[in-house]
């Protein structure tokens, strides 16, 4: 598969196996800065898998992952936390915030265990909170959030540090039409805004159309890589594409 530079995420010849069943059969990808990436296809095509892998949270049996110029390989366990907290924001479907605190609290963690002070920490808290339409709910806790506030606390929480990247697994998997359209279009003005790399593993088509970057997955490996000229918010996509097909 053809480069282009700069890089923020290279991935070459990541295989995976779980047990007898080969999940990724030596993938290459190579996803710019301030570029927002799908990665579309069937159940058990290794999305996920592969996600987890590019964020540190699951090793390869092969190959390599690097983000922003680190080869995240190299890294010790202790080295690999440290960079997971500060280089990588993650946003799941299911939002993982923690019952018992608020939502300023629940963004404020990932700060916190960075090393920054409480002032800092929840300064920016506030920033992001108030740039996603959430400041009248600082203070309520996740149960009395409908699920599209508990997705923006989520991706809150996922900035908090400034990270080089954000992963996303199915974010508005679990959200109606409307709060499902309000969070895509919601990537599109954070990427503008922050000039972050985002790659979101989704089942939607329209979205993944929509984006920067559609990868399809098929079967562990990539089946196509398609980039279109970035979309600024509030502006249609440019459908002058360019497909690479890869030798599935």
Do not use: W
């Amino acid at each position: 598969m053809e480069k282009l530079c700069p890089q923020m995420i290279e991935v070459n010849s990541i295989k995976k196996r779980f047990g007898a069943l080969e999940v990724l059969k030596g993938v290459d990808l190579y996803i710019p800065k301030s570029e927002i990436a799908a990665i579309v296809g069937a159940s058990g095509a290794g999305k996920t898998t592969l996600l987890q892998i590019i964020g540190t949270l699951l090793p390869a049996d092969g190959g390599s992952v690097s983000i922003d110029g680190t080869d995240t390989g190299r890294l010790s366990t202790g080295e690999l936390s440290v960079f997971r907290n500060r280089k990588i924001g993650f946003v799941f479907q299911f939002h993982h915030l923690l019952p018992e605190f608020t939502a300023l609290e629940n963004v404020m963690l990932p700060g916190f265990i960075a090393g920054r002070s409480r002032a800092e920490t929840e300064q920016a808290a506030r920033k992001l909170l108030e740039l996603l339409n959430m400041s009248h709910r600082l203070q309520h806790k996740p149960a009395e959030l409908s699920g599209g506030e508990q997705q923006r606390v989520a991706i809150a929480r996922a900035m908090i540090n400034d990270p080089a990247v954000i992963l996303a697994d199915e974010p508005s998997g679990n959200l109606d039409s409307k709060n499902r359209a309000e969070l895509q279009e919601l990537f599109f003005r954070l990427r503008d805004l922050t000039g972050q790399t985002f790659l979101i593993v989704t089942h939607d088509e329209h979205f993944a159309d929509l984006c920067d970057r559609k990868i399809e997955m098929q079967d562990g490996t990539i089946l196509s890589d398609t980039v279109r000229k970035k979309r600024s918010t509030g502006h249609e996509p440019d459908h002058a594409d360019v497909t690479r097909k890869t030798d599935a």
